[in-house]
């Protein structure tokens, strides 16, 4: 359960981000955002390969 809760951090570290792009229109907190996106993602694509390879495992 440790990679749900990196993602659960990760995405709670980015509201104040979501925030002050949103409601604010803080162009600097637009990159952040984007930015921890980016690391969403790339830590769900490694999550999707562990379980893909788990399940072939056994």
């Known amino acids: 359960?440790?990679?749900f809760s990196e993602i659960k951090d990760l995405?709670?570290?980015m509201e104040a981000d979501?925030?002050?792009f949103y409601e604010?229109?803080?162009q600097a907190a637009g990159?952040?955002?984007r930015k921890g996106m980016q690391d969403l993602k790339n830590i769900a694509q490694e999550i999707r390969k562990e379980v893909q390879d788990m399940k072939?495992?056994?």
């Open 1 to 3: 359960m440790s990679r």
């Open 11 to 13: 995405v709670s570290a």
């Open 18 to 20: 979501f925030e002050k």
């Open 24 to 26: 604010k229109n803080n």
């Open 31 to 33: 990159t952040r955002v």
């Open 56 to 58: 072939n495992a056994g």
